[in-house]
């Protein structure tokens, strides 16, 4: 059977993470988390003191950096030069790095390429929030993930919670507000719904929900093209 791309893309809470992740296992495909590459490239950067404004040498040093993703018995562990960094990745202040230097296009060069190469050979679940628009734009199916921004900032309120992080909700609704406007709103592959995406609304929707849908739609994808345009709106 026909080894499909699935995209996902959609803004940060929006679940993309966990669903794709689900979605892959469902069908027993490659999932590629690409933000990932975005944080463990920004964590590097505040490690060796360099300037989130410095394209140039931040579009050289995604060049010159290893950033392997691995997934063993459903756990995702992220190298970056060979070092173990799956959590050190995941503060708030990784991740407004993330979305910084995510506006560069030097680095955006550099991290698309490796995707593409990633998931050339189909079988793959990508998630992020360019891959139906510039990864991948003839993906075979793509997905359009998003919910409210309260719903959104709850999630990742929570991930903080359950981690022992002590992180304050309000603080947290306005830093995902930060980041969306930062991803939407640049110059370079802004976050936005390829006109072919499926819309899915996840704000009433548990993960596994959603993961059964796109599955679904995969299905339906390979036995008639895809006609379905959005859900949960
Ligand atoms: O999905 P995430 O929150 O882990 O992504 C971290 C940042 O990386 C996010 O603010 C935007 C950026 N990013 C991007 O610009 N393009 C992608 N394909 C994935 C992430």
């Known amino acids: 059977m026909k080894k499909l791309i699935i995209a996902i893309d959609g803004p940060v809470g929006s679940g993309k993470t966990t669903v794709a992740r689900r979605v892959a296992a469902l069908l027993g495909y490659l999932y590629v988390d690409t933000g990932a590459m975005y944080r463990a490239l920004a964590l590097k950067a505040h490690r060796e003191n360099v300037a989130l404004e410095a394209e140039d040498r931040l579009a050289q040093m995604a060049g010159e950096t290893r950033i392997d993703l691995r997934i063993d018995n459903g756990t995702q562990t992220i190298l970056l030069d060979n070092e173990d960094v799956t959590s050190a990745i995941r503060t708030p202040e990784v991740s407004q790095a993330a979305s910084k230097i995510a506006v560069i296009q030097g680095v955006r060069r550099v991290l698309v390429a490796e995707q593409r190469r990633a998931g050339q050979l189909g079988g793959v679940v990508m998630e992020g929030r360019d891959i139906g628009t510039i990864v991948f734009p003839d993906a075979d199916l793509k ?32 830093e995902v507000r930060e980041r969306d406007q930062r991803d939407v709103q640049r110059e370079h592959s802004p976050l936005k719904r390829a006109p072919d995406a499926v819309l899915v609304d996840s704000t009433a929707m548990e993960a596994d929900e959603v993961a059964r849908l796109i599955v679904l739609l995969t299905k339906e994808n390979k036995t008639s093209g895809n006609t379905t345009t959005a859900i949960g709106v």
């Open 143 to 174: 997905i359009y993930l998003t919910a409210s921004v309260e719903v959104r900032a709850q999630r990742r309120w929570l991930e903080h919670q359950q981690k022992g992080d002590k992180v304050d909700l309000t603080r947290t609704i306005e």
